[in-house]
C-alpha cells in the first residue's frame, strides 16, 4: 500500500498498485508540473518507480491567493 | 530519468524546456535564469540596494535567497498585514527565513498606522483585497523611498506574469499592455520595480524552495475568495502540457513585439505627482489614497460603539 499526504489541502489517500509516479499524478488529476511529488527528501521524477510502504508527499503548487 | 547535464538521477523534470535535471544541475539552471532576466533587462545596476517584498511564500522567499547568493545588497520587507492567525504566521515564516540565512529585514505593522486589514474590511466599501493591495504598495514605495532603496523586487515568476498578460490582453488595456513587464523604470519618486523570476515558473519556484529548504507560508489568508486569476492559470497549464514551451514563448514575444507598439499607442499622461501633504508620498491628489484610508477607517472607528476604549473615556 502506498500512502499519498495532499498539501495544501492536507488529505491522505492510500493506493495498492501504483507503478510509477506517472500514473499516482494521472489518479489525481495532475500534470507532471502541478505538484512537487515528494519521497522523504528527494524529488520524484514521473518514470519514478513507487514500491509497496511508499510514504509520499505531493505538493501542488498552484498559489491560492 | 537522467539530468541532461550530468547523468546523475534527475529530481526535476521540465518538459517545457525538453529536459530534466539533478538538484545541483537545477540550482545552476535557476540561477542562470534568473541572471539572464537581470541582464537582459539592465534589473539591478552595480552597487545598487534593493528592497525585496517578502510574504512568507515560496516566490518571495526563495526571490531573496537567490539574489543573497548572487550578492546583491537585499534587504526583506515584509508588511504585518495585522489579521488574526494568518499575519502572525506569516511573518513568522519570514523573520525565520531571514534569521535563518542572516539577512536583513524591515517590518512594517499596519496595526501601528491604524490600518489593520479586519478595520479595513470593516469600514471601508469598497473589495477588501483592492484596499489591502493598494495599501501593501504603498508602503513597498514608501519604505523604498524613506530607505534609500533604488530597487523594489517582487516574486512575480512566469504563471503570474503570463496569466495577468492574458487577463490584460482579454480588455485590451492599453494602459496596462504599454508598459507591463519584468522591468518598470523609476520616475517621479518611485523606485524602479524588478521581478527577476519572470523567467521561473511556479513548478520550478516550488522546486528551489524546496530543494533549499525553505519554509513557507502556505494557509490562505482568510479574506481570501480563491488565488486571483486561477481559472486562466489553469487554461495556460493546459496549453503549456500540450505545447511545451508557449507560456515563456507568449511573454517573450510580448516584451519583444507587443509592448513596444503598445507604449507608442499609450502615450497619455497622468496628472502631475507631488508628495503627498501627510506621508511625502507621491501622489496627484494632495493627501495620497491610503492616508485618506486612514483618516476614513480612524473617524468611523471612533464612531463604533463597539469600539470604544472603554467605561468613563472618550
Ligand atoms: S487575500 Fe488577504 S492578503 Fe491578499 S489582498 Fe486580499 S486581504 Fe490582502
Ligand atoms: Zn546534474
Ligand atoms: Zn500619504
Known amino acids: 500500500m502506498i500512502t499519498v499526504f495532499i498539501e495544501p489541502d492536507n488529505e ?5 498498485r501504483l507503478n510509477t509516479v506517472l500514473m499516482l499524478q494521472r489518479r489525481l488529476g495532475l500534470r507532471v508540473n502541478d505538484a512537487l511529488v515528494i519521497r522523504g527528501e528527494e524529488l520524484l521524477t514521473p518514470d519514478c518507480q513507487l514500491k509497496d510502504g511508499d510514504q509520499i508527499r505531493v505538493r501542488k503548487v498552484m498559489s491560492t491567493g | 530519468m537522467k539530468c541532461r547535464k550530468c547523468k546523475a538521477p534527475a529530481e526535476v523534470s521540465l518538459p517545457s524546456h525538453n529536459t530534466a535535471f539533478c538538484r545541483e544541475c537545477f540550482s545552476i539552471y535557476f540561477t542562470r535564469q534568473v541572471e539572464k532576466a537581470i541582464r537582459h533587462h539592465s534589473l539591478i545596476k552595480y552597487g545598487e ?3 525585496v517584498a517578502l510574504s512568507g511564500g515560496k516566490d518571495s522567499l526563495g526571490l531573496m535567497l537567490e539574489l543573497s547568493r548572487l550578492e546583491y545588497d537585499v534587504t526583506g520587507l515584509h508588511v504585518d498585514l495585522g489579521i488574526p492567525v494568518s499575519s502572525p504566521a506569516a ?3 519570514v523573520e525565520g527565513f531571514c534569521e535563518r540565512h542572516g539577512l536583513k529585514l524591515h517590518v512594517v505593522e499596519l496595526a501601528k498606522h491604524g490600518l489593520p486589514i479586519p478595520d ?5 466599501n469598497r473589495p477588501v483585497c483592492s484596499a489591502c493591495g493598494k495599501i501593501k504598495r504603498h508602503w513597498f514605495n514608501r519604505v523604498a523611498l524613506e530607505g534609500g532603496f533604488q530597487v523594489l523586487a517582487t516574486g512575480h515568476n ?3 506574469e503570463v496569466a495577468r498578460l492574458f487577463a490584460n490582453t482579454l480588455r485590451w488595456d492599453a494602459g496596462y499592455l504599454s508598459d507591463q513587464g519584468p522591468c518598470l523604470e523609476a520616475e517621479s519618486g518611485f523606485a524602479r520595480k524588478i521581478k527577476p523570476l519572470y523567467r521561473l515558473t511556479e513548478f520550478e519556484t516550488a522546486c528551489y524552495a524546496f530543494i533549499n529548504g525553505i519554509e513557507i ?24 502540457y500540450t505545447s511545451p514551451g508557449t507560456k515563456i514563448a507568449f511573454y517573450d514575444g510580448f516584451l519583444k513585439r507587443g509592448r513596444p507598439a503598445f507604449a507608442l ?3 497619455e499622461t497622468g496628472a502631475p505627482l507631488a508628495p503627498c501633504e501627510t506621508c511625502a508620498s507621491p501622489t496627484s491628489t494632495g493627501v495620497c ?12 472607528r471612533a464612531a463604533d460603539p463597539g469600539r470604544q476604549p472603554g467605561p468613563g473615556k472618550d
Open chain 2, 158 to 160: 512566469l504563471d503570474d
Open chain 1, 12 to 16: 491522505t489517500m492510500t493506493f495498492v
Open chain 2, 91 to 93: 511573518r513568522a515564516k
Open chain 2, 120 to 124: 479595513v474590511k470593516q469600514y471601508i
Open chain 2, 217 to 240: 507560508h502556505t494557509a490562505p489568508c482568510p479574506y481570501s475568495s480563491g488565488a486571483s486569476f486561477t481559472g486562466h492559470k489553469q487554461l495556460w497549464a493546459n496549453l503549456e
Open chain 2, 265 to 267: 499607442v499609450d502615450q
Open chain 2, 49 to 51: 540596494r534593493v528592497l
Open chain 2, 289 to 300: 489614497g491610503v492616508c485618506r484610508l486612514g483618516i476614513t477607517v480612524a473617524e468611523r
